[in-house]
C-alpha cells in the first residue's frame, strides 16, 4: 500500500461511530467520522475518501439519501452501506444507487476491513 | 407474538384533506360479525317478500274486486232484464187469454143461434159452445135492460131474475159505455170465487149484457203453467193489490200483496223487501182488467249463479296469490341466501386478511426488534473489539484502566438499552393479561402528570392545564396499564413541544364512553406519518432516544379495553390525543 486509505464514517449512534474511527486510526487508516448525512456532505467539499462506511437509519437525511448525493457529488469515492435492519431491502437499493456492497450490523470489523479493502482495490483499479 | 396493531387495515385512510388518523378497535370478533350479516339478510328478506307481495297481490286483489263489483252488477242487470221479459211474456199471455174469452161471448152473440129470446134449452148449448172454447166457463146469463137476468144456464139456478143493477162491474159497463168488462174475482151473489166477462150490446136502442162466470182457478193454472222453470213465481192482482190467482201456499182469495206498483209504469222491476229476503219484483199491467202481473224471484235465487262465480273466482284468486306467493318467497329466499353466503364468505376473506396482514406486521415488528438492538448490539462488539485493540500492543493504544473502564461503561449503555426494548416488548405482551379494577381517570391523569412534571417535563418549559369532567364515571381497567397509556402519549407531546409550549389535558363523557383528550401546541406529526405512529417500533426520535413502542403498547392497552385512540394533527401548531374508553364492561 502505498497511498494511505481514507475512510469515512457516517452513523449517528456516537459511541459505535467513535469506536470504529479509533479500531481504525489504530490500524494505520485515516478515518473520520460524521453522525449525519448533511454533516458528511459538508465534510467532502473539503476532504476526499476512498470509502465511504454509511449507515442507512438516521435522523434529517436517511443514508439512502446521502449515498445519492454522495454519488452526485464525488461518484468516485465507494459507498459501503451498513444496515441494522434484518432486511436486504435497503441493502440492494443501495447497490442499485451505486453503493460497492452492503453489510448488517452487527458486522465483525474483519469483515468490515475486508470488504474496505476491496472497496479500495477497486477504486483504484478505475482510478488507473 | 400477538401483534395488537391493526392501523394498516383502517378503511379511511388519510388523505390530503383529512389529516385525522384513527386507530380504531374493532371488537366485533368473526362470530358477532358473521351474526350481524345473518340479522341483516334476514331483515332484507323480510322487506322484500313484503314488498314484492304488496306490489304483485295488491293489483291483483283491487282488479278482482272491480271485476266482482262490475260482474254483480251486470249480473242483477241481467236478472231484472230477464225478470221484466218473463212478465212481459206472461202478462201477454194472460191478457190473450182474458181476450179470447170475451171474443168467446162476442161469436155467440153474432151465431145463427142467438136470439134474445132463447129457451133454457137454447141456454145451455150457449154454455156448452163457451165451454167447448174454453173449460174455465161456468155458467151464462142475459141482461136485460132493466138489469135483471133473465135467462141463466148453470149451476145456480136461483141467479135467474137476480137484479144485477148494484154490481159495480155492471155499472161501469153500462154508465162508461163500455163494449166489454172483466170483472175482479170476488164471491159475488153466489157467494163463491169467480170473475165476470160481459158484453154489452145495443139492440133497438136497448142495453142488453151478455155475461159468464168464470172460474179462476183456470187462470192460477194457466199462470202456473206458463211459469213453468223458470225459477219465478207470477200472481195477478187488482188494483187494490187483492191477489187475482192463487199464490203457491195460498190457499184462499182474496189476499193482500204489500206490494202494488205504480198505474203509471205500464212495466217495470223493483227491489221488494218481503221479510227475510229481498225479492225482485216485476210487473206488467194487463189491459183489461186492471190488474197487474207481478214475478217475483228472490235475489238470492237471481245471484246463485253469480254466487258460484265468485266462489270460483275467490278460489282461483287465492290459488293463484298463494302461487305467487310461493314463488316469491322461494325465489327472494334462494337470491337472499346466496348473497349472505356471499357476504359471509366476504367477511371470513376480510378476516384472513386481517390476520394475514397481521402475519405481516408480525414480520415488520420482527425486522423492527432486530433494528433496535443490532445497533447497541453492533456498539457493545465495537467496543469490546477496541478494548482488545487496546489490550494488543501492536496498536499502541492507551489501555489504562480508565480507558478501559470508560469502553466498559459504553457497552453497559449499549446493553442497558437493550434491555429497554425487551422489557417494553414484554409489556405489550403482558398487556393483553390485565386484572380490572374501577379507575378514577381523573386521579390516574394527575398522578401522571406530577409524576412525569418531575422528570420528563423539567427540562423545558411547559404548561399544563387540565380540563376535567368533575363526576366522571369510574372505568374497568387496570390502573397501571391506564397509567402507562396516559405517560407514553404526555412523553410524546412533551418531546413535540421545542423549548416553550402547553399541554391541554380534558375529559368528558361521549355517549358511554369517558374522553381523555391530550393536546399540545407542538410542531406537530406530518401527514405522512399520521398513519404509521402506531406501528410498533416507528420513531422520528433519534436512535437511542426512542423505541417506537410507546404508542403502540397505548394503542394496545386501549384496545384491550374495547376503546379507541384517534389522533389529529396540524403541522406547526400541535397534535392532539382523543381516547375513547367505554365506561361499562363490555357484555360478551
Known amino acids: 500500500m502505498t497511498a494511505v486509505l481514507r475512510v469515512l464514517i457516517v452513523d449517528d449512534e456516537d459511541d459505535l461511530r467513535e469506536t470504529m474511527v479509533k479500531r481504525l486510526k489504530a490500524r494505520k487508516i485515516i478515518a473520520e467520522g460524521a453522525n449525519s448525512g448533511p454533516q458528511a456532505l459538508k465534510i467532502l467539499e ?20 446521502t449515498l445519492r448525493r454522495i454519488k452526485d457529488m464525488k461518484p468516485e469515492i465507494e459507498v459501503i452501506v451498513l444496515t441494522g435492519h434484518a432486511s436486504v431491502e435497503f441493502g440492494t437499493k443501495g447497490m442499485q444507487l451505486g453503493a460497492f456492497d452492503f453489510m448488517m450490523k452487527p458486522a465483525p470489523l474483519s469483515e468490515l476491513l475486508d470488504t474496505i479493502e476491496q472497496a479500495y482495490n477497486k477504486k483504484r483499479t478505475m482510478d488507473r | 407474538m400477538r401483534v395488537f396493531d391493526t392501523s394498516h387495515l383502517q378503511k379511511h385512510k388519510a388523505t390530503d384533506d383529512q389529516p385525522t388518523y384513527e386507530h380504531v378497535y374493532d371488537y366485533a370478533d368473526s362470530q358477532a360479525n358473521i351474526a350481524r350479516i345473518r340479522r341483516h339478510f334476514i331483515k332484507l328478506r323480510t322487506r322484500l317478500i313484503l314488498g314484492l307481495v304488496v306490489i304483485f297481490l295488491l293489483p291483483s ?4 274486486f272491480y271485476f266482482h263489483f262490475q260482474f254483480a252488477h251486470t249480473l242483477k242487470k241481467s236478472a231484472i232484464l230477464n225478470l221484466a221479459a218473463v212478465a212481459e211474456t206472461q202478462k201477454n199471455t194472460i191478457d190473450l187469454y182474458l181476450q179470447e174469452r170475451v171474443i168467446n161471448l162476442y161469436n155467440l152473440l153474432h151465431s145463427r143461434e142467438f136470439t134474445l129470446s132463447p129457451t133454457p134449452e137454447n141456454m145451455d148449448n150457449f154454455l156448452q159452445s163457451l165451454k167447448h172454447f174454453n173449460d174455465g166457463f161456468i155458467d151464462i ?11 141463466y144456464a148453470g149451476p145456480y139456478p136461483f141467479l135467474r131474475d137476480t137484479d144485477y143493477r148494484q154490481e159495480s162491474w155492471y155499472q161501469t159497463l153500462v154508465t162508461e159505455n163500455r163494449n166489454y168488462i172483466i170483472s175482479d174475482i170476488r164471491p159475488g151473489i153466489r157467494g163463491i170465487h169467480h170473475f165476470a166477462v160481459a158484453i154489452r150490446q145495443l139492440i133497438d136502442g136497448h142495453t142488453y149484457v151478455i155475461r159468464a162466470a168464470l172460474d179462476p182457478e183456470k187462470l192460477s193454472s194457466l199462470l202456473k203453467t206458463i211459469s213453468q222453470g223458470k225459477e219465478v213465481e207470477s200472481i195477478l192482482i187488482n188494483r187494490q193489490g187483492q191477489y187475482q190467482t192463487l199464490a203457491s201456499g195460498q190457499k184462499r182469495f182474496p189476499d193482500h200483496s204489500d206490494y202494488v206498483p205504480s198505474h203509471a209504469l205500464t212495466s217495470g222491476v223493483e227491489e221488494v223487501e218481503h221479510g227475510q229476503q229481498t225479492l225482485f219484483v216485476a210487473h206488467a199491467w ?14 238470492s235465487t237471481a245471484q246463485a249463479g253469480m254466487q258460484q262465480a265468485r266462489l270460483t273466482l275467490l278460489i282461483s284468486l287465492a290459488g293463484f296469490s298463494m302461487l305467487i306467493s310461493a314463488i316469491i318467497y322461494y325465489t327472494i329466499n334462494k337470491l337472499v341466501d346466496n348473497a349472505r353466503r356471499m357476504a359471509e364468505k366476504g367477511q371470513q376473506l376480510e378476516e384472513m386478511l386481517a390476520h394475514a396482514a397481521k402475519l405481516a406486521s408480525t414480520g415488520e415488528l420482527a425486522s423492527g426488534v432486530a433494528h433496535e438492538i443490532n445497533n447497541p448490539l453492533a456498539i457493545i462488539m465495537a467496543t469490546s473489539g477496541i478494548i482488545r485493540d487496546m489490550l494488543n500492543p501492536e496498536f499502541g493504544l492507551d489501555h489504562s484502566p480508565e480507558a478501559i473502564r470508560k469502553e466498559l461503561t459504553t457497552i453497559d449503555t449499549a446493553a442497558v438499552r437493550i434491555k429497554g426494548i425487551t422489557r417494553k416488548l414484554q409489556d405489550m405482551g403482558r398487556s393483553r393479561t390485565l386484572s380490572t379494577t374501577h379507575c378514577d381517570v381523573n386521579a390516574l391523569l394527575d398522578e401522571t402528570l406530577a409524576r412525569l412534571k418531575k422528570v420528563e417535563f423539567k427540562t423545558k418549559h411547559i404548561e399544563t392545564a387540565t380540563r376535567y369532567l368533575p363526576d366522571l364515571p369510574r372505568i374497568p381497567g387496570e390502573p397501571n396499564a391506564l397509567r402507562q397509556v396516559f ?6 407531546a412533551a418531546d413535540a413541544i421545542d423549548q416553550k409550549g402547553t399541554i391541554t389535558i380534558s375529559t368528558a363523557m361521549q355517549e358511554s364512553m369517558v ?19 402506531f406501528n410498533p417500533f416507528f420513531t422520528t426520535k433519534e436512535n437511542g432516544k426512542g423505541t417506537g413502542l410507546g404508542l403502540s403498547i397505548a394503542a394496545s392497552i386501549v384496545k384491550y379495553m374495547g376503546g379507541t385512540i384517534k389522533v389529529n394533527s396540524v403541522q406547526g ?16
Do not use: C, H, Y
Open chain 2, 573 to 588: 401548531a400541535g397534535s392532539s390525543f382523543t381516547i375513547l374508553l367505554p365506561s361499562k364492561e363490555r357484555s360478551e
Open chain 2, 487 to 492: 405517560s407514553n402519549i404526555l412523553i410524546n
Open chain 1, 46 to 65: 473539503d476532504k476526499s475518501f476512498d470509502v465511504i462506511v454509511l449507515d442507512v437509519k438516521m435522523p434529517e437525511m436517511d443514508g439512502i439519501e
Open chain 2, 286 to 299: 194487463l189491459k183489461e182488467p186492471q190488474w197487474a202481473l207481478l214475478a217475483m224471484q228472490p235475489m
Open chain 2, 141 to 151: 146469463g142475459f141482461i136485460n135492460p132493466q138489469g135483471i137476468q133473465t135467462d
Open chain 2, 61 to 64: 286483489t283491487l282488479l278482482s
Open chain 2, 515 to 533: 374522553s381523555v383528550t391530550i393536546a399540545d401546541t407542538g410542531k406537530g406529526i406530518p401527514l405522512e406519518n399520521l398513519k404509521r405512529i
